[in-house]
């Protein structure tokens, strides 16, 4: 007999597309996830990968490489390689981070997002943050 009981990650899945359409996400949009690299990018990554056919969205990755670990172009290709085998299109850029170092890791975290941010600004794109689409408040 099947269980019928739902996985963790399908119950992650559903909240993210709750999420998504609180948001008031238009059919035919264009989301442009940032992609560290770490555990919560990829998981949303996948799973926004899984929800675009059904809510009618576009995705793309981006990968900001601002250098601070010596294994960052290990990280770059790491996600390269992901967002190819998932069939999301990717884009990396690299950010000078030298005005921001004496912040260390947090200013880094907040000019990658930044970064981030302002892509999306640019190019009209509608962004999607692990912390914004995964924590638990609604």
């Known amino acids: 007999m099947a269980s019928t009981r739902k996985s963790p990650f399908s119950s992650l899945q559903d909240h993210v597309a709750a999420r998504l359409r609180a ?16 555990v ?27 250098g601070i670990s010596p294994n960052a172009g290990q990280w770059q290709a790491f996600c390269e390689r992901l967002c190819r085998d998932l069939g999301v299109p990717f884009a990396a850029e690299r950010v000078d981070i030298a005005p921001y170092r004496a912040l260390g890791l947090e200013g880094a975290d907040d000019l990658e997002f930044g970064h981030v941010s302002s892509v999306r600004r640019k190019r009209g794109i ?4 692990a912390e914004s689409l995964m924590d638990g408040e609604t």
């Open 23 to 38: 948001t008031g996400l238009p059919p035919g949009a264009s989301l442009l996830a940032g992609l560290s690299g770490g």
């Open 40 to 66: 919560d990018s990829v998981v949303l990554l996948t799973l926004l990968r899984d929800l675009a056919p059904a809510m009618r969205f576009s995705l793309r990755a981006l990968h900001v490489n601002h």
């Open 126 to 129: 509608i962004g999607a943050e």
